[in-house]
């Protein structure tokens, strides 16, 4: 089992739509999660963190269910500048590592 | 501003001749420094920590003799491919983490074998 799995997509949906992505993680001691965003050929850029209590950025939504280990991502209102691949992130114990999800790709279509 | 830079952004070498990949942190100094590589419609893998002064972890199954890495200051780190072939064409990117905690990635190196 990956230590982190998502759907790699790609989710095709019209400008303006919700849209959630999931992640599941193995490691239950893991202590940090994140949302990265990816677009084609460039690095990983920071979303947003994910807390146990859930978290809102603007249109973005993060929750983390520890007990069953996964990681969720709610976009609302999807732009087309939300087009990108969303990379599930979850550290190790101790903050050692990131560990990458191979990541859900989205388009948002006009 | 990026705060973590790296270069090259591409490279195309010939087979069996060796690459070097910089990583810079830049306005701020950073004692670990990661280096990851990712193949196409695939997750960054992590392939080893770079610790400023000391030698290099590596994760299982990246040969330490072939990926190079040196971190002789605490703003710069190296990936040296060495001999390079074609199934080491990949999108090479390195990270540090600043005083917050945070991790800061470099644009990110395509490296392509012929």
């Known amino acids: 089992r990956k230590e982190v799995e998502q759907d790699p997509g790609p989710f095709n949906v019209p400008e303006g739509a919700t849209v959630a992505f999931n992640c599941t993680y193995s490691?239950?001691?893991?202590?940090?999660f994140f949302w990265y965003r990816q677009d084609c050929r460039k690095e990983p850029k920071l979303l947003m963190s994910?807390?146990?209590s859930g978290n809102e950025d603007g249109r973005f939504t993060a929750q983390l269910n520890r007990a069953s280990q996964y990681i969720s991502l709610l976009i609302r209102d999807s732009k087309l500048s939300d087009s990108a691949t969303y990379l599930c992130?979850?550290?190790?114990?101790?903050?050692?590592?990131?560990?990458f999800g191979t990541g859900t790709r989205l388009l948002v279509s006009p | 501003g990026a705060v973590v830079s790296q270069h090259p952004s591409r490279v195309i070498c010939k087979s069996g001749t060796s690459v070097k990949i910089e990583c810079r942190s830049l306005d701020f100094q950073a004692t670990t420094m990661f280096w990851y590589r990712q193949f196409p419609k695939q997750s960054l893998m992590l392939m080893a920590t770079s610790n400023e002064g000391s030698k290099a972890t590596y994760e299982q199954g990246v040969e330490k003799d072939k990926f190079l890495i040196n971190h002789a200051s605490l703003t710069l780190s190296t990936l040296t491919v060495t001999s390079a072939h074609p199934e080491d064409s990949s999108f090479y990117i390195c990270?540090?983490?600043?005083?917050?905690?945070?991790?800061?990635f470099g644009e990110g190196s395509r490296l392509t074998v012929l």
């Open positions: 990270s540090a983490r600043g005083g917050n905690g945070e991790l800061f």
């Open positions: 992130v979850v550290t190790t114990p101790g903050f050692q590592k990131l560990v």
């Open positions: 994910v807390y146990s």
């Open positions: 490691n239950s001691a893991s202590q940090s």
